[in-house]
């Protein structure tokens, strides 16, 4: 044997020889062991957990208090122990030195119960002698009660590894955790021009497309609009159209004495026509929205025809393209009324009009189903937010391409509670040609009921903040700063991952469900159900802290998901609802031993055994007090109106970039 397998096994006393003996013996000593009977074998394949899996040569165990297992045979059909011995290894992998694992200081092993032959026996490493990180080698011996195996098993290689694998906290971030992108979104219901999609995204009715037409006037004549979705064409228009206006905001700067710096920082900006800062340079051909603006450029063109029904003749045509915007304020300080308040907008540009029609006046028409609100007059501009009349309005000879009408109309609430505000849109169309003649387009509403994507919400509910409204068809983003508090993330991280409902994970479009103040449930008391109610569900009294290293320091028990939200397992309408918190998954933060300075989520199988299983529904951890108090408690949810059941999303930057939970997920930087 090589010098590590001559290292002592603990003797028993009364019972037989030891594999060191053994190997000492000579021809007549093994002899004479030999008569003795049959000697019990180890196992040719042990192996280390949980959860006993394989991170390519090494056994990957989730937690420090590690299973070391082997099978176990005897000929004579005796039951069996085994002895366990544990060495830490050199940088080539062979074994360096052996680990006390009993704290005895003598021989260092761990033996385990007997088994029947054939059996599997196994030990559990206490906490605090084994570190995550760390590469071990171990093996095993048998005994059967009166005679030892003459041999060592083969080693098997294992490490603690854990879920993640993150540094301290950092003291400063980049982080926005409020920041959002803005989203594409497809209308439910955009009118005739393109198709009307149901609720799963699935189309309800193909784009019409139809010529629609006004009754007749005097003279046999009537006004037809047909409209169309975005082409090519309207697409370029549109691009240039952008650039012009960008061009005439810095003459316009200029002619005012700004510098040519300064006029060129005023042309980046977004005109002051614009009604949504972001949208006027947008492509057209999508619609984009925020939590508290829509900006759509789906719209397309409606041509204008001017027609002789008795002579089956067209007399002349017009045609214009058309956006729309919608900007909801969150409360009434930020809208500059003293109301709640949402408005809308119309952009609507001349692309040709024939000078048959002498001229073309286009009247927006907007719906509302609001039962407490007061809508304004329609105030419509130019390109250079100039006031341009009453209604939209090109004489057939003197309009241009660039001579564009916006129309904005302001709608404030004084209700009480909370009301969606289901709209409409259309414009409808008349020539100067014509005394009575008119066409009408229809833009659609605001989507269908079971989506309601455009339609506005207000309310006076939300604590600490003024009425206001928001488009809560948007999903907000919770961005967890993970250089703050990685182990707070590191642990969401996870448990978005093996949850059966994924909560809050984007990359399964799993949104979590915000407990807000409007929740109809009530406690034990009649009072509202809170976060607080939730989290002693949870975080019972079967929790406790798990040992760790001192450098992890004080720990609460973390739950997720998030006790505020309708996906914790303390919420009675929950799908992952629990009658304790010891069905979660069991989870703890603690140092790693590997010479680095990182930590890690490791499992808690003080209970759990084998850790967790991935089918559970829940999580609870423990994790270090400040990460876990303050990891979400900038949640904004005034600024964001959240009411009851209000879906968001929590992203965890760095550690997104992995996909699995079968090897170790190492935490990234950001910014």
Known sequence: MDTAAAAPTPPTPGLGTSPAEVAAAGPQDLAAIAAGGARPVSGKTPSAGPKFTKSGTAWRVITPRVVLRNTVTDADGDTANLTFQVYTTNADGTPKAQVDLDGSGQHGVLVSPYVASGGTAKVTVPYGILKPGVLYKFRTSAYDGSLYETTWSPWADFRIEPYVKFPAAQTTSTIDPTAQEIDEFTRTDPGPALPAFAANGAVKREATQKRTCGGQDAKGRKLCIELSPPTAESKARAKKRAEALRKAEEAKARKAGKSPAAAAAVAADAPAVELVDWCYDKPVGKDYMTRGEACLKNIGSGTLVFVDADKDAEIGFAEFDFEQRIKAYPNKGASGSNFAEFDQQIAIVPVSIDQALEGVTMKWNVGSTCSSCVTSTIRWADNQNNNAGTNAYWDANDWSVYSGRWGTIQTTWSGTGKETIDLGWSVTATVDASATATATADFGTSGIEEVRELAPRCDDIVAGSAPGCVLPYFKPNWTVDTNLYPAAGAYYWYMQQVMPDHAGSKRWD???????????????????????????????????????????????????????????????????LVTSGSQCAQLFTDKMGDGSTNFGILADTRTATNGPSGTERCGRAAIPSVQNQRAFSGFPA?????????????????????????TTCTWSKIG
């Open 510 to 576: 799993s949104l979590m469900h915000y407990l807000g103040p409007d929740t109809p449930l009530k406690n034990g008391t009649g009072g509202t159900w809170t976060s607080d109610n939730s989290r002693a569900r949870v975080c019972d009294k079967t929790w406790s802290v798990h040992p760790s290293d001192a450098s992890v320091g004080s720990v609460d028990c973390d739950e997720f998901a998030m006790a505020s939200t309708h996906e914790s397992g303390g919420y009675p309408n929950s799908v992952n």
């Open 638 to 662: 005034p600024s964001w109106r959240m009411l009851d059941g209000d879906g968001f999303f929590v992203t965890l930057p760095g550690f997104e970039h992995c996909t699995s939970t079968a």
